[in-house]
């Protein structure tokens, strides 16, 4: 489901779990092991989805199973908050290499990223919870305050808008479109380039812009 390879000083965390890359409780652990290791071997880090798809959010059914879908944070989507809160507080660079479509938490994860490289084509991204009869949580609310572009942020967050690929540029939730054969080989590129900055100072920095968000969801999930 996650296997990690590594290049250099870059950690490769390649995710297929030949659906739709949905965020379980096995998933998050499975990431949340490979992150952990890449703490230990690199210096920074790609999140590589399938072809076509980089993820779908959360298992709704493993969701539904734990508590009706209109309470803000059961136990799986808890557990979700604190693995972004981590990706987006991560003392290492982080990358997604988006190769399609990222809806509701998987567009959170591009959310929480550093850099995002996205491929060109028919995909869509998209905060869909409004549209699904869902309450957005508190880390994602923070998440679109800090990374999406204030003129999106109403129809992102409150109207559920579905974005083609370049307005999904526009929004913020990527840095650069590719050619879908691309995506990989670029993501690492710019992970590669990130590992040379001086690691204490990039942490620091990233929590220097950071850390009013990073408050208020740690806030909101005691």
């Known amino acids: 489901m996650i296997t990690y390879t590594q290049q250099g000083d870059v950690a490769i965390l390649n995710w297929d779990d030949g659906k739709v890359n ?6 998050l652990d499975a990431l949340n092991e490979q992150l952990t290791r890449a703490e230990k071997e690199a210096k920074a880090v790609v999140i590589v989805g399938r072809q076509g798809l980089f993820s779908a959010g959360f298992n709704l059914k493993e969701v539904a199973a734990e508590a009706p879908l209109t309470e803000i944070l059961p136990p799986l989507v808890h557990k979700g908050a604190v693995f972004l809160l981590r990706l987006f507080s991560h003392p290492l660079p982080i990358v997604a290499a988006c190769t399609g479509h990222a809806i509701a938490a998987g567009a959170m994860i591009l959310l929480a990223s550093d850099t995002r490289i996205g491929s060109k084509g028919d995909f869509k991204t998209s905060l869909n919870e409004t549209a699904i009869n869902m309450i957005m949580p508190p880390f994602g609310a923070e998440l679109v305050k800090a990374r999406v572009t204030h003129r999106f942020q109403s129809r992102c967050l409150i109207q559920a808008e579905m974005f083609g690929t370049q307005d999904a540029e526009a929004a913020g939730f990527f840095d650069e479109l590719v050619d879908p054969d691309q995506v990989i080989d670029v993501a690492i590129a710019r992970a590669t ?4 900055l001086p690691g204490d100072k990039y942490a620091y920095n990233k929590m220097m812009l950071r850390q009013g968000h990073v408050d208020a969801v740690r806030a909101s999930l005691v």
Do not use: D, P, R
Request: glycine content about 10%; aromatic content about 0%; cysteine-free.
């Open 193 to 196: 380039h990130l590992a040379t």
């Open 22 to 27: 949905s965020l379980g409780h096995a998933t």
